[in-house]
């Protein structure tokens, strides 16, 4: 009986073992460029047979203005961190022991780590597998091959994923045609994107995305990494 109650707790070890190692050998996997990945949020729809909507486009068929526009409200020094902002890490750990309200921290690795391989919503634990995939990850993959996926996996409305179709839903236009103002519309949605509607803005929308447009439009600097 001890026997196999032995037996049982080492294949649940093992099995548990296999779905921490999974996601880092699926970010090995997800490297080269003709792999198109899938987030667990389109798995969910799948599951759910729901559906979605999700046309994969290559890095380079996506506007720079969208690559400016989500860099500039998501990530600004996504260029210059190894996955993780620990500067600004450290400003939410700190206001946290302090009682304060946090802000987000996530970087683009980091939201692209837990759209691939974790779930929606705020916990410690999450947050403390994301931080390595994170890390692992921007070693893994280019900068570009990084905004790259996170750019087809990101949501934007309900069963709409990927730049190309949420530039096709909420503006008509493919994800190469977005204009500056469409793309500062779909970089602001993000965070919220049920509820802030890019095709449909109201004036508080519209006013974030009139900071994120001129931040774009400064952005030369800070997005060497992907242009050059």
Request: net charge positive; charged share 20%; proline share 4%.
């Amino acid at each position: 009986m001890m026997r196999d109650l032995r037996a049982r707790w080492r294949k649940l070890l093992l099995a548990l073992l296999a779905l921490i190692v999974l996601p880092y050998v699926l970010i090995i996997l997800y490297a080269p460029s003709f792999v198109h990945p899938i987030s667990t949020l389109m798995l969910r729809d799948l599951v759910l047979l729901r559906g979605y909507d999700r046309q994969w486009v290559p890095f380079e068929d996506i506007s720079k203005n969208l690559v400016q526009s989500v860099m500039m409200s998501e990530d600004g020094q996504f260029c210059t961190h190894d996955g993780v902002d620990w500067v600004q890490m450290r400003s939410v750990v700190n206001e946290a022991l302090e009682g304060e309200s946090t802000r987000g921290a996530s970087t683009i690795p980091m939201q692209t780590s837990k759209n691939l391989f974790l779930w929606n919503g705020r916990s410690f634990v999450r947050k403390a597998m994301e931080l390595p995939l994170a890390l692992v990850a921007d070693f893994v993959w280019s900068k570009q091959r990084m905004m790259e996926i996170y750019l087809n996996v990101a949501e934007w409305g309900p069963g709409i994923y990927g730049a190309e179709a949420a530039a096709q839903h909420h503006f008509g236009v493919s994800a190469s045609k977005l204009t500056r103002r469409q793309s500062a519309l779909l970089a602001v949605s993000l965070p919220n994107p049920f509820e802030r509607n890019a095709g449909k803005p109201g004036s508080g929308l519209r006013r974030l995305a009139g900071v994120i447009e001129r931040r774009a439009g400064r952005s030369g600097d800070y997005i060497k990494c992907l242009y050059e």
